[in-house]
C-alpha cells in the first residue's frame, strides 16, 4: 500500500532529494578544482616552455663615441711625368749632313757625338792657314834668334873695305888740292877728287850703321809685330775649329733620343731641328689649388702615383704665380734623395723608366696632410656603423646605458667628410655612447642586444662575432 501510494504520487521524501543534490555539487566542485589544476599546470609549463624557448641577446660589436681618433685625408690631384731636361738639338752652320749616329730611343752620354756635317772644305782652309802659320812662326824664330856670325863677319869686313876706299880718297883729293894752285890739274879732277872722297865717307857711315845694328840684334817692336802676326793666324785657326764644333752634334746631358728628323745627305740650316733628345732624369708637374701650393714647402714629401704603383717624392720648387687659364699653381716633384750631394742616380732612373715610369705619363699627386681636426660635437665613426636614412641623413644604433645588455635605439647623424672607411658625423650621439660598429644587417632598432667593446683604434674585423 505505501508503495503504491509513492508511486501514484510520483514524488521523492524531500529527504532523499537533498541528499541527491549534495551529491551532485560535490561531484561538480571536484571536477572543477580537478580542472582548475589542469589548466594552472598546462598554463605552467606553457610560460617554462616560452622561458626555454626565447632567444638570447645577440652579440654585436660596440665603439664608444669619441674613441677614434681622426685619419689621415688626404686628396689626389692628377699631373704628368715630365723630363728634367728636354732639348731640340741642330747644328750652328749651313751644310750637308755626312753621318747621323742614332736612332729615336737609342741611349746617348753627355759628350757623345751623335751628328756631323761634311767637312771638306774646313779641311782645305785648315791646311791652308796651317801653311801660313808655320812660315810665320819661322820668321818670329828668325828674327829673335838675330843676325848669324857670318853676317856680322860679312858686316865687319865690309866696313873695313869702305874705310880703305876713304883714305885713298882723302889722299887723292889731298893730290888735286895741291897741284890746283901750279895749274897741274883741272878744276874737274878736283872736284871728282873732293866728291869721291865725300861718297866714300858716307859709304863708310853707313857701312858701320849697319854693323851696329847687326851687332844689337832684331828690334823688339819687329818681334812684337811678328808674333802679332802669328796670333792672328791661330785664331784664324780656331775659327776653323770653332766651325768645324758647329758641324757635330754633341749630346749635352745624358738621355734617350726622342725624335730624329734629317736624314744623311740632306743640306741643313743653322738652327734646323735634327734630333730631339730627353733625359733620363724625370719629374712630376702638377697644378695645385693655389692654396695647397702654398701651403707645400721645398723638400716636403709627398706620394706620386701612376696606375697602381706609388713612389716618394719631394717638393723641387713651384711656379710663383697662377695660371690664368686653369688657376692653377704648377709644382715640381722630384724622386731623388733629396739629402744626396752626388745628385740623382743614373740607375734609379733607367729602373724607373724599365718599370714604365716614362715623361708624358699621367700621375695622381697625393700630399701627406694629416686632418685630425673636429670641432665640438663631432665624432670619427667607422664608415660601417652608418645607415643611409631619409632626407639624406644617417642613422647609427646605439646601446644605451654603461654596462650590460640593451634594447638599441637609431639615431639620426649627418656625414661631415668620410675617407671611405672613416666618417666625421655630428648629431644625435654624444661622447662615451656605445654605438654598434659594424654587422648592421643582422641588427634593428628595439632588438636587445649584448655589446663587445672594442676600442682599439677600430681594428675591427669585420667578420662579425662568433
Known amino acids: ?27 561538480l566542485a571536484v571536477a572543477g578544482i580537478a580542472g582548475f589544476a589542469y589548466d594552472v599546470s598546462q598554463q605552467a609549463s606553457s610560460e617554462s616552455t616560452r622561458r626555454e624557448n626565447r632567444p638570447a641577446p645577440l652579440a654585436v ?14 686628396q689626389r690631384y692628377a699631373g704628368l711625368l715630365v723630363a728634367q731636361q728636354n732639348s731640340s738639338l741642330s747644328f750652328n752652320r749651313a751644310g750637308r749632313v755626312a753621318a747621323i749616329h742614332v736612332h729615336e730611343g737609342n741611349t746617348v752620354t753627355k759628350g757623345d757625338v751623335i751628328a756631323e756635317l761634311d767637312q771638306e772644305d774646313l779641311d782645305a782652309a785648315s791646311a791652308r792657314v796651317q801653311s801660313e802659320l808655320a812660315a810665320a812662326t819661322a820668321r818670329l824664330d828668325e828674327l829673335i834668334a838675330g843676325p848669324r856670325e857670318q853676317t856680322l863677319k860679312a858686316a865687319g869686313a865690309k866696313v873695313k873695305e869702305l874705310a880703305a876706299q876713304v883714305e885713298l880718297a882723302k889722299i887723292d883729293a889731298d893730290r888735286q888740292k895741291q897741284l890746283a894752285p901750279r ?14 872722297l865725300q861718297a866714300a865717307e858716307n859709304g863708310l857711315l853707313a857701312a858701320q850703321a849697319e854693323l851696329e845694328e847687326l851687332v844689337e840684334g832684331t828690334r823688339k817692336e819687329q818681334i ?20 768645324r764644333n758647329d758641324s757635330r752634334i754633341v749630346a749635352p746631358f745624358d738621355g734617350r733620343i726622342s725624335a730624329r728628323a734629317i736624314d744623311e745627305g740632306a743640306v741643313v740650316a743653322p738652327g734646323s731641328m735634327v734630333l730631339a733628345i730627353v733625359s733620363d732624369a724625370i719629374e712630376a708637374q702638377v697644378g695645385l689649388p693655389p692654396e695647397l701650393a702654398g701651403s707645400l714647402s721645398t723638400g716636403d714629401r709627398v706620394s706620386v702615383w701612376l696606375r697602381q704603383k706609388c713612389r716618394d717624392g719631394w717638393i723641387d720648387r713651384s711656379e710663383p704665380t697662377v695660371r690664368r687659364d686653369t688657376r692653377t699653381r704648377v709644382v715640381y716633384v722630384r724622386f731623388d734623395d733629396v739629402d744626396s750631394a752626388s745628385g740623382p742616380s743614373h740607375e734609379m732612373f733607367s729602373e724607373m723608366i724599365d718599370d714604365g715610369w ?8 697625393q700630399p701627406r696632410q694629416a686632418d685630425d681636426r673636429t670641432a665640438d660635437g663631432t665624432y670619427w665613426l667607422p664608415t660601417s656603423a652608418l645607415v643611409r ?17 640593451g634594447v638599441c635605439q637609431r639615431r639620426a647623424l649627418e656625414i661631415l667628410k668620410t675617407d671611405g672607411t672613416y666618417s666625421l658625423v655630428q648629431g644625435m650621439i654624444q661622447s662615451g655612447d656605445r654605438v654598434i660598429a659594424d654587422g648592421l644587417h643582422r641588427v634593428t632598432a628595439g632588438m636587445k642586444v ?12 669585420r667578420s662579425g662575432i662568433e
Open 224 to 243: 812684337a809685330a811678328q808674333r802679332s802676326t802669328c796670333l792672328s793666324i791661330e785664331a784664324r785657326l780656331r775659327e776653323i775649329e770653332t766651325q
Open 61 to 74: 660589436r660596440t665603439l664608444r663615441v669619441g674613441s677614434l681618433s681622426g685619419p689621415e685625408l688626404t
Open 389 to 405: 636614412g631619409t632626407r639624406g641623413l644617417w642613422t647609427a644604433l646605439v646601446v644605451p646605458g654603461e654596462s650590460g645588455d
Open 183 to 196: 895749274g897741274a890739274t883741272s878744276r874737274s879732277e878736283l872736284d871728282s877728287a873732293v866728291f869721291g
Open 1 to 27: 500500500m505505501n508503495d503504491q501510494g509513492i508511486k501514484s504520487s510520483g514524488r521523492l521524501p524531500r529527504s532523499s532529494s537533498a541528499g541527491a543534490l549534495i551529491v551532485v555539487v560535490t561531484v
Open 358 to 365: 716614362i715623361a708624358g705619363e699621367v700621375i695622381q699627386f
Open 450 to 461: 649584448a655589446p663587445v667593446e672594442s676600442n682599439d683604434s677600430f681594428a675591427l674585423q
